[in-house]
């Protein structure tokens, strides 16, 4: 009966997990000074936030530390991109229906880096942990195609 129990249980906690890693990063970026300021769309080089990448994408297993600090803070920087995408789409009088269909993309890459940054913190093997490092690196990717996309459409406000 033991047994029976224990696998009812680890679903609910993979997601107890997930919903816990999500509510964290929510309190870390509205903790933040200006964080209830009203959002205006900040200008992020490109050329910084692939420099971020390009120092996270090689570490190791032992380098652990280092890659979720770096993570957290692009997945903070996603967060503050989305914040001014969605303060420009409050301004926005036409164009809603495209806009937004493109907004569904970058909030489907969001959504896929938090699963796999919650796929990080259970990877226990230096194989696993690369295996779920590099799946971040795609997830990182998709997720800045998807801003760059909304930042170069043509959507009028």
């Known amino acids: 009966m ?16 997930r919903l816990v890693l999500l509510a964290g990063l929510m309190v870390i970026v509205a903790g933040r000074p200006g964080a209830r300021l009203n959002a205006e769309p900040v200008d ?16 190791t297993y032992d380098q652990r530390a280092h890659f979720t600090a ?19 789409r409050a301004g926005m009088t036409t164009d809603l229906k495209d806009w937004d269909f493109m907004m569904k993309d970058v909030d489907d ?10 796929e990080l913190s259970q990877a226990n093997t ?21 801003v760059d996309k909304m930042n170069t459409t043509t959507a009028s406000s």
Not at 2 to 17: C, E, I, K, L, Q
Not at 44 to 59: F, G, I
Not at 128 to 142: H, K, L, S, V
């Open 70 to 88: 770096g993570v957290n803070r692009l997945s903070a920087r996603l967060n503050d991109q989305i914040r001014a995408l969605r303060a420009k």
């Open 109 to 118: 890459a969001r959504s896929m880096l938090t699963s796999r940054m919650t």
């Open 44 to 59: 992020v080089p490109e050329q910084t936030a692939q420099q971020a990448w390009s120092d996270l994408k090689d570490d």
């Open 126 to 146: 230096p194989e696993t942990w690369q295996a779920a490092r590099d799946n971040i690196g795609d997830a990182w990717t998709r997720a800045e195609a998807a």
């Open 2 to 17: 033991g047994a029976s129990r224990d696998y009812a249980v680890m679903p609910a906690t993979a997601s107890f997990r």
